[in-house]
């Protein structure tokens, strides 16, 4: 298995702009998640879906943010419009019910909102 | 958000040393804990994992050591190498293994 996908890797816009990272988890996997980390704040769990379903979308700091998984193989994660304090490392994980074998993350998108 | 505390912040220890982090939590719920380790530019990976029923669990160099009653668990890293400079960061999550909860990260640098 190729593992968590994450594109772009590296995204830089300005102030204003729409956003859209996407996540491509494991084969197999029904959670996923979207962390964003920062210096400041370290790992925040954004939300989370559940065989393709939003749980938990309490970390979404505003409505700017908004998330979607319209499969069980892709999900995006969407800013509009973004704003400098937007800037971190965005990193998406999936993991299988019951396996307790941890989450396993992609490589992260870094963001830079200029 | 944040209810694992983790300590130290940051961390430097010579090579063949022994590297320990400190984590502690409140929620009593919680019975899966993992340790993860990240290089720079990489997401975060698993390294290690304990419950709450075994006191210490150990692989290779690398040991988890937990206290019930205290609410706290440990990593520790023996014959720390250089290759071992990462981030490490410690987790906790509850039965239905959603919503896990990780630790500030400690930056660990091992001097040759």
């Known amino acids: 298995d190729a593992g968590v996908i994450q594109s772009p890797r590296h995204e830089v816009t300005e102030m204003g702009q729409e956003v859209t990272l996407r996540c491509k988890p494991i084969s197999g996997h029904d959670y996923l998640f979207w962390y964003r980390q920062t210096m400041m704040r370290g790992l925040e769990l954004l939300i989370y879906f559940n065989n393709n379903v939003p749980i938990d979308d309490s970390g979404m700091p505003e409505d700017r943010f908004s998330a979607k998984m319209p499969n069980a193989s892709f999900s995006t994660l969407k800013i509009q419009p973004s704003e400098p304090r937007d800037s971190a490392v965005y990193f998406c994980?999936?993991?299988?019910?019951?396996?307790?074998?941890?989450?396993?993350f992609g490589s992260g998108t870094r963001l830079t909102v200029v | 958000q944040q209810q694992v505390k983790q300590s130290p912040q940051s961390l430097i220890v010579q090579k063949g040393g022994i590297s320990i982090i400190n984590c502690a939590y409140e929620?009593?719920?919680?019975?899966?804990f993992p340790w993860y380790q990240q290089f720079p530019g990489k997401g975060p990976a698993l390294l290690i994992a304990i419950r709450p029923d075994v006191s210490e669990k150990k692989e290779g160099r690398f040991t988890i050591s937990f206290n019930k009653s205290a609410k706290q668990f440990s990593l520790h890293i023996m014959d720390s190498q250089p290759g071992d400079s990462a981030t490490y960061f410690c987790a906790a999550s509850v039965p239905n293994n959603n919503d896990m909860r990780f630790g500030a990260g400690t930056r660990l640098t091992v001097k040759p």
């Open positions: 994980a999936s993991t299988l019910s019951g396996a307790r074998r941890g989450y396993t």
């Open positions: 929620n009593t719920a919680f019975d899966y």
